[in-house]
């Protein structure tokens, strides 16, 4: 597909901007240097030491922490920014040049991720400013629920008169629940015309609400003549493929909505199922029969099927009803194909509780974005990217083979038993139907795509290993994006404003973990497959500095066990009367001091240009902590688990709040914020850490009290310590305050008891064992 446009003289379509970086780059070299007089100095102290194994420990956390800062450093050493402008984009491409798109929408779970946010999701992306008659929406339903394809049918009714009212008023939100808050915007200057149809629809999106919101509360009643009749047997995880078009856009006209596809892959108890990624490469199957349509009817030149696919979770609703065009603006800005395989756009969240008491929100990630933006790219964030067909089919840039030289052998082996899908293959991946304007009709492929949407036609083939989303990690979108990078691919982060998707982020506690969690073993296990960025590095073709981000990616479960260490040092010392810092008198207090103060300010700093709370920057460095040490020390456990052939990995659906999208209603932020607590033995490490830390400074401050004269006193303890543990708890506060809570608000009693255990038997061990170390 060559999507690049002649005429260098008009103004370009995207434009790089470059960030100057000087005093943050001095600052970041400052601490690595200070880090590494902290290592010089232990090593050179080590001898004088009383107890060796505080000090060794320090040293270990240490030269870890300098090795992670040195892959922070490269990670944001050159900062730039892509900016995208679709206002020219029509001066510089015909419309009808405009490349057909996908829409890829998956959801898992009709009560953890309620059908109506999903449905305002397919609403905002129907309404998208582009060409209808080049869009098709697939909604991949893994819960094989009646309640979601019933709900799709009913949003495609409602679609029919939301889309053309939102294109004829130019409405910038096109997601009913956000569009109609209680407090709806001014309608003074708008027409009267505006105000009656605002009304009828605010009125017609209330019925879809109800409709949906009953549905969900009945059973449905699958009889052998109604819709729903497919349904009837069918269990969630064994049941045949279910594909149902939902709205063909026949004509072909712009004035209709694009297709609407539902489907369901086959599910069977035997088979694994790959959880989304599994779910992605079927659409890519379907997607490609029903490009068989399109091919017997290329003949008489009326279907193609999409060159670009995007993707988004099912809570991720397009915000921006512009962000196709800046789409367009990337895949053609660039005179290289390569230099776009595909376009990730920023993921934000419109729940986002007040100064992000959870610290999920990645704000602080930016200057890592703009940092790999100057490298090969983006990473793959799951959610909320444009990829080239031809990149998801396995094809590096300027690749010729698959064309015309592979035989049908091999092109079977890698895209499986089925003749349509080789042609198709062939097809995409030479581009050759990238001039193609029309669209392929999906009801005439039904039959054919129920048979590649089976569970066992991938067995043997290439699916999940080198074409398609990658299988072996549950971040199956960072492992599908490094495998794309490691085929010398480059892609591209966009940040148009408005923000182009937002998306519900988790707001309990307990849904934080589990997708902390997920998310801390999944980057781990790309390390163990032979997508490893080392591997990708020496062997493909991933640019040497950006497989270092991936590792600093990779690691973030490894993370936990120094940090751990770290954090429990402070109170094994002052339990034990040991060191593991200088002492205050010493010139070389400085040094750790300095890396706090500096690496605390610096942090600071970078968040306050984003425009953060201080409040807000507090919970982030917090829940940095929390978030360490207590998910992903369990990610970490299950990545070794799995590695060991012990445990398999499971993909825990995050749960989506519906409250948040039941007309807008504000969540009260005062308790929003509050942490929950469930049995969930991932807060066990984080009791323990606070227990440990408490006791030493309880038992610290009796020493003191007993201790007689002033000098003796200071010599009990180090104030560093002492500090350090301080730190600790108040990172910790939280959980302090979940000690004492009531209800859900409390951590449960078998928890405490759990933890003041180990945190006892830790303390016992300490004191009798200190003496040998
Ligand atoms: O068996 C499954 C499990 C999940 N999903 C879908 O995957 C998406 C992401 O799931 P979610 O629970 O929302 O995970 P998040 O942690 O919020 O998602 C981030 O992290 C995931 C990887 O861990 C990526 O897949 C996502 O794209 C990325 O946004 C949702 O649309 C789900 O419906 C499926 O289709 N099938
Ligand atoms: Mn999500």
Redesign the pocket.
Known sequence: MDMTTQGSTSPPLQEKIVINNKIPRAIELTILSLLVFLLVYRVVTFKDQDHYFPWLLALLCESWFTFNWILVINAKWFQSMTKTYPERLLDRVNESEFPAVDIFV????PIL?PSIITMNTVLSLLAVDYPAKKLALYL?D?ACSPLIFYSLTETTKFAKIWVPFCKKYNVQVRAPFRYFTPNPPSMDDESLDFQQEWKKLKNEYGILYKKIEIAAQRTFVCDRDSDFAVFADAHRSNHPTIIKVVSENKEGTPSELPHVIYISREKNPKHH?R??AG?MNVLCAVLNLNFITGEQARVSGVMTNAPLMLNV???MYANNPQVFLHAMCMFFGFKNEDDCGFVQFH?AFYNGLKDDPFGIQLVHLFYMENGITSMQGAFY???NCFHRRKVIYGSSPNDAIKTGNTDNECLHKMFGKSIEMRESAVQALSGSNAKMENRGIPSSSVEAAIQVAGCSYEYGTDWGKQIGWMYGS????ILTGISIHGRGWKSVYCVPDPAPFL?CAPVTYPAVLI?QK??AA?LLEVFFTNKNPLLLAINGKLRFRLALVYMWLCFWAVRSIPEICYAVLPAYCIITNSRFLPEISEPAFLIPMGIFVIHTLYGFWEVKRLGVSVRMWWNIQRMGRVNTMTAWLFGYWNVILKVLGLSQMV?E??P?DQSSSSNGDDIDDANAARFTYDGSPMIVPGVVILLVNLTALVSGLWGLVNVGSRENRMAVFGLGEVFCSVYVTLCFLEYLKGLFGNGKYGIPFGTIWKSGGSALLFVQLWRRSSQWF
């Open positions: 998956t959801t898992a779970d991720e991949s893994d199922h959880y989304k779910a979770d099912c809570d993921q964030g799951g959610s549950t971040a199956e979108d998306g997708q997920r998310w999944g993909f659906v995050t989506k």
